[in-house]
């Protein structure tokens, strides 16, 4: 039976819930989106590792500054020789040149010792050298020695004067008859009276530069490349 109340109008019950439930999902629904902005926009900023951080690029490393050469071995004269010195030939000339470091040089390709002070070339001269099978050793040689007056101990006493001991095994620069077509057994043989002004000049210690085919002038070192 149903019943009625005057002009009253009963709507049936399911319309009502359906209404309020439809709201009440809705306003979850804005609830829910409302609190996922604000977990995003509360959420901290993802951050690069310090590591994988953009670094600015290292300065280049500055070049070291060049070692000052020293003037006292900078060739400063060479002696006014005409043409190549002939075998036997030998010039030498001190006057005016200043004390000053001795340094001695050897080109094997070219066969003559200079003789340097300070940087002033004082005396030059043809050489002998050494063979194939006995070779004169290319390097830096101290002088470890000197006798004005001695003779070979490995080669039937002959005479080697004015020697200047270079290595342990008996290469020296000592006086000799140098001529065209002779040889050495290692030694650097110069004309006896340039071996007499040489001895007269150096001293134990002073370095023997021997170089093959090295050209060097005025302006170069004499100790250095």
């Not at 004082?122 to 050793?137: F, Y």
């Not at 001529?179 to 000049?201: M, N, Q, T, W």
Request: with cysteine.
């Amino acid at each position: 039976m149903v019943r009625k109340a005057g002009n009253r109008r009963e709507e049936p019950m399911g319309l009502k819930l359906n209404a309020a439930t439809g709201l009440m999902g809705a306003f979850v629904v804005l609830v829910g989106a409302a609190g996922w902005l604000m977990v995003q926009n509360t959420r901290p900023e993802a951050r690069v590792p310090a590591a994988m951080a953009a670094r600015p690029a290292p300065a280049p490393a500055k070049a070291a500054p060049p070692r000052p050469r020293d003037e006292r071995f900078v060739i400063k004269r060479v002696l006014p020789i005409k043409g190549p010195i002939r075998y036997g030939e030998w010039h030498w000339d001190d006057k005016g040149v200043a004390d000053g470091p001795l340094v001695v040089t050897v080109d094997l390709d070219a066969r003559v010792l200079s003789v340097f002070r300070g940087g002033y070339e004082i005396g030059a001269t043809a050489v002998l050298l050494g063979t194939s099978e006995k070779p004169t050793p290319l390097g830096v040689f101290p002088i470890k020695w000197k006798k004005a007056e001695h003779y070979s101990r490995t080669y039937d006493l002959a005479p080697m004067p004015f020697t200047q001991n270079l290595t342990e095994d008996g290469v020296a620069i000592h006086g000799t008859k140098v001529e065209k077509g002779y040889a050495s057994h290692g030694c650097i043989g110069v004309p006896d009276d340039f071996a007499r002004r040489l001895f007269g000049v150096t001293e134990i210690g002073d370095k023997v530069y021997i170089t093959r085919g090295k050209r060097i002038g005025k302006g170069d070192s004499l100790i250095e490349g």
